[in-house]
């Protein structure tokens, strides 16, 4: 079955990075459009970053700079490498699948980003 499974939130402080993970599989994971979201308490989930199948990408305005996303097919896995954090970039980050033209649209669990000041 279609997995998504990430990994790579902690706890950090203000000027600190992290990297994510996500490890895909149970699709083709190279035809699929693959990006982060972020959830903050109380607040709608929001897209982070994205980078389709021929490697184009695109960022939330509030990551541009900060926040680098890419993609290794060879081992079905989205990466997040994010710097300069922010309290305010404090929140759930979700790793989403979706095949463009298709139903297609996968979510994983979610890993856990706090930064404190």
């Known amino acids: 079955q279609v997995q998504l499974v990430e990994s790579g939130g902690g706890l950090v402080q203000s000027g600190g990075s992290l990297r994510l993970s996500c490890a895909a599989s149970?699709?083709?994971?190279?035809?699929?459009?693959m990006g982060w979201y972020r959830q903050a308490p109380g607040k709608q989930r929001e897209l982070v970053a994205i980078?389709?199948?021929?490697?184009?990408?695109n960022y939330a305005d509030f990551v541009k700079g900060r926040f680098t996303i890419s993609r290794d097919n060879a081992k079905n896995t989205v990466y997040l490498q994010m710097n300069s954090l922010k309290p305010e970039d404090t929140a759930v980050y979700y790793c989403?699948?979706?095949?463009?033209?298709?139903?297609?649209?996968?979510w994983g669990q979610g890993t856990k980003v706090t930064v404190s000041s």
């Open positions: 989403n699948a979706k095949r463009a033209g298709w139903s297609d649209n996968y």
């Open positions: 149970g699709f083709i994971f190279s035809i699929y459009t």
């Open positions: 980078i389709t199948r021929g490697g184009r990408i």
